[in-house]
């Protein structure tokens, strides 16, 4: 047969060509680097003179839904009207499983671009052949490249059933030359002109962050990249998050991830020599754990001075260490950490690590002691952890330590951080003030399915625990100081909806305040204000931090919540520097103000670490923070207050009512200005929310309802 493959370069056509030239047929590989443009149509008619059969495998990736569906349809159309003229007996075209899903392409422009493709070539009166695919195993490493950014990766929350390119090329070289008639399971018969849909899912689900951090553990790296920490961010929605990829009728591929990792091992070896797996890990089997621990990171003994000391030795500390090496690649740097535990990405505490099955402590790791280790120390880094400094002497450039050593120092960060508020029951095994590793193993130990824990505060923190642990099988009890639940964040129609998501997933919600309590050997009683006693195998208490700023304050620094900076993050003490959760610094949008989010950390440690590394550079981020509660998930920038006066663009409905599960929510002051914005289940928007606070600073708005539609709901 003579079969035209469009997109013959890439992955799919590549793999298609040579299977189909292999099997004896003539190939007319056609792209725009050999002619041929589907787009303009350039070179089509040529391409398709004679033709038997056509597959078209074009990809174009947007995030803009317009672009994407000008491309597909216009290719479609362009394909449909040469091959019609040229009596072209099959067409068969690649497309994605569950991309006409409206749930799921909503969020997605590309989807949307594919099921414009679909309806287009359903519609052409053509003999058309449609290929559903899930995600291939090589769009991994694709999505690394373009999502990695220096050691981090945030992928889109995506489950999937991955497959192998080259299986979904097999199914596609069958159905173009399949002769006329011959019908499958799982295709659609009897339409009259026949459009057939055949179905090809890989045998394992996972989320495109499981696999990818499997890739990057045991092949060393996936698409030129070896992040140390794949984070996973709710870019595309509900839909796509929890399985709307995944079909529930397909064929189903045997070739599995690791089957799919050995072939990729194989394919690297020079010689198929029998060492590659001294390289690299086996595919199969567990991977070892690393234990972040005081033994992981502790280096060498206490020098006598650094040229860089960091107090403290949490995120803000490690993204000032990679601050730091930017500018100065040698000066010696000492981290002093009271924690016994190496830095984690801290938001895992509360989220990755208790719903991600394949997430682990190691994983989370900012600061690794584990030999040749990304994340691990340099030469010229000691991090000393389980390590308290008891004093700052500004003027003598020292700090002293518990024990009594003296270190000397050319710049100082305090990078303290905070410490929970305690309320009326005091910390023990099975009393938890959620903060820190040790909190998370220890709950992690009593949390187990059947249990009864009760939680204690229904702010952020709370709220998040209390959903996990449900996720996790475990009973729940929230007590809050009132309800709808979040009220002081969310408008009263969203904390209601929130309020009845976590009754319906089974959580029991007590309005009250804690006023003390009991704990045993085999669990807890906390009591209420009104006499209400709640017993439990365990609580968990969040109702706030304190920044610790009692370092500072007993050294001389100004201190007013939190230790003030200026917008380098210098304190007024010469060559000490301030960031993460104890810094009170000048928003360039909002003001002076105090963040406790990992945004925040990140963003002013690295800023901090390079200026103290001589760069000079102010600090101009307005951090954002983002949550996950059950299926619903959010982004946020700025004063969450409803105090403020907010104005909610919900998406809408089937019913033509607002939908509570898609939407943006403005917070204004008094003269018109933003100061917040909500993004919920809306993404990529962070920028946008930014743009908007500045520019109504400088142009308040006189109506807040002309800023519906100002950062687009879908």
């Not at 502790?298 to 490690?318: K, N, S």
């Not at 996720?471 to 809050?480: E, I, K, P, S, W």
Request: charged fraction near 20%; charge should be negative; hydrophobic fraction near 40%.
């Amino acid at each position: 047969m003579r079969i035209v493959v469009l997109g013959a370069s890439g992955t799919l056509g590549t793999l298609l060509v040579d299977l189909l030239r292999a099997d004896g047929h003539e190939v007319v590989a056609a792209s725009r680097s050999t002619g041929v443009d589907a787009f303009t149509g350039r070179g089509l008619r040529e391409a398709f003179a004679g033709a038997d059969a056509v597959v078209d495998s074009l990809s174009q990736v947007s995030f803009s839904a317009a672009k994407a569906i000008a491309f597909f349809t216009t290719t479609a159309g362009n394909i449909c009207a040469e091959a019609r003229r040229a009596g072209v007996g099959r067409l068969v075209c690649v497309s994605i499983a569950g991309a006409t899903d409206g749930e799921v392409n909503k969020a997605y422009g590309y989807y949307r671009g594919k099921a414009a493709q679909e309806h287009a070539y359903r519609s052409s009166g053509l003999p058309v052949t449609l290929i559903h695919s899930t995600q291939w195993f090589e769009l991994v490493p694709m999505m690394l490249q373009m999502t990695t950014l220096g050691p981090v990766a945030l992928m889109p929350t995506m489950r999937m059933a991955p497959v192998a390119a080259e299986s979904v090329a097999r199914l596609v070289a069958e159905e173009a030359v399949r002769p006329a008639g011959d019908q499958k399971a799982g295709s659609d018969a009897g339409r009259e002109p026949p459009v057939r849909t055949v179905t090809i899912r890989g045998p394992e689900t996972a989320t495109a962050a499981e696999v990818a951090r499997r890739m990057v553990q045991v092949l060393g790296s996936a698409g030129g990249k070896a992040p140390r920490r794949i984070l996973e961010v709710p870019l595309f929605g509900r839909a796509m998050a929890s399985g709307g990829l995944i079909p529930e009728a397909a064929i189903v591929d045997g070739v599995t991830l690791g089957e799919w990792m050995q072939r990729q091992q194989k394919r690297a070896e020079p010689h198929g020599g029998q060492d590659h797996q001294d390289q690299h890990r086996s595919a199969e089997g567990p991977l070892p754990a690393l234990d972040p621990s005081a033994e992981g990171v502790h280096t060498d003994e206490v020098r006598e001075a650094y040229d860089y000391v960091i107090v403290g030795a949490g995120m803000a500390a490690a993204k000032a260490i990679e601050g730091i090496r930017t500018e100065d690649a040698s000066g010696s740097i000492g981290v002093f950490g009271a924690d016994t535990a190496a830095p984690v990405y801290r938001p895992d505490l509360s989220k990755t690590l208790w719903v991600d099955p394949e997430a682990s402590l190691e994983g989370s790791l900012m600061i690794s002691g584990a030999a040749g280790s990304d994340s691990a120390p340099d030469a010229g880094t000691q991090v000393h952890l389980g390590t308290r400094v008891a004093s700052l002497t500004p003027d003598e450039h020292s700090i002293t330590l518990a024990g009594g050593r003296s270190v000397r120092y050319g710049k100082l960060l305090l990078t303290t951080g905070a410490e929970p508020r305690t309320a009326g029951l005091e910390p023990g095994d099975r009393v938890i003030y959620y903060r820190t590793v040790a909190d998370y193993r220890r709950l992690r130990e009593l949390a187990v399915p059947g249990a009864h824990v009760v939680v204690v505060g229904g702010g952020y923190i709370g709220t998040e625990v209390a959903a996990v642990l449900t996720q996790n099988r475990v009973r729940v009890t929230l007590v809050a100081t009132g309800e709808p639940l979040l009220a002081q964040m969310f408008p009263a129609s969203l904390a209601r909806t929130v309020t009845q998501e976590f009754r319906d997933r089974g959580v029991e919600i007590v309005v009250g305040r804690l006023s003390g309590g009991t704990e045993r050997e085999d669990g807890v009683t906390v009591r209420l204000e009104d006499g209400t006693e709640i017993a439990a195998d365990a609580a968990v208490i969040g109702v706030g931090v304190e920044p610790r700023t009692e370092l500072a304050r007993a050294a001389g620094l100004a201190v007013d919540n939190g230790v003030l900076v200026d917008e380098h993050l210098r304190t007024g003490a010469h060559s000490i520097y301030a960031a993460g959760d104890v810094a009170r610094y000048p928003d360039r949008l909002l003001g002076v103000r105090r963040v406790e989010h990992a945004s925040a950390a990140e963003t002013m440690g690295k800023v901090a670490g390079r200026n103290m590394a001589g760069a000079d550079k102010p600090y101009r981020t307005t951090p954002f923070f983002w949550s996950d509660l059950f299926d619903y998930g959010y982004e946020a920038v700025g004063e969450l207050d409803t105090r403020h006066t907010t104005l909610e663009d919900w998406a809408v409905g089937a019913d033509g009512e607002p939908d509570h599960s898609t939407g943006v929510v403005y917070y204004l002051n008094p003269v018109g200005s933003v100061r917040g914005v909500l993004l919920w289940n809306v993404w990529d928007s962070v920028k946008l929310a930014r743009e908007l606070i500045a520019r109504t600073a400088d142009e308040p708005v006189t109506d807040p309802a002309s800023l519906k539609g100002s950062i687009p709901v879908g």
